[in-house]
């Protein structure tokens, strides 16, 4: 029984990443379900989104071809911007199953002073969230 058809996993190009993308390709494999990778470049200067673009695109083709070589139908998304607010756009118009991603584990005071994506995420959304510690 196919229960996930469209995942969408908003990863941040960090090394908890490989947490997330790693349950993925199971869940993936196990619904046969198409998986649309999300990064989000929050810059502040110029230079800084080329830096971090670069990055995340480097990233992005590592993940795409780890699912891939799975045999997963997998799509990349690159937004710029506040990364609740283009996630939370993102899982509006895209009528997914099942939104994902890692998390950190900064803990009540560290999120207070970092904020919070899946935070926000968990109170904006109606479908499932898959948070997994990084």
């Known amino acids: ?25 199971l869940l993936a494999r196990q619904n046969q379900a198409k998986v649309y990778l999300l990064h989000v470049v929050h810059a502040h200067s110029l230079d800084q989104e080329r830096v971090l673009r670069l990055k995340a695109e480097s990233r ?11 045999g997963i139908e997998t799509f990349s ?6 990364p609740e607010e283009e996630i939370l756009a993102e899982i509006k118009k895209g009528d ?10 900064h803990g009540f005071f560290g999120d207070m002073l970092f904020g919070s994506v899946s935070d926000a995420l968990k109170h904006h959304i109606d479908i499932p969230l898959l948070l997994l510690r990084g």
């Open 1 to 25: 029984m196919q229960i996930y058809k469209k995942i969408l996993v908003a990863i941040d190009c960090s090394d908890v990443d490989e947490a997330i993308i790693s349950h993925i390709a």
């Open 77 to 82: 998304l690159l937004k710029k911007g506040e």
């Open 96 to 105: 997914y199953d099942l939104a994902a991603m890692a998390t950190h584990g």
């Open 60 to 70: 992005m083709k590592t993940y795409l071809k780890c699912l891939r070589d799975q």
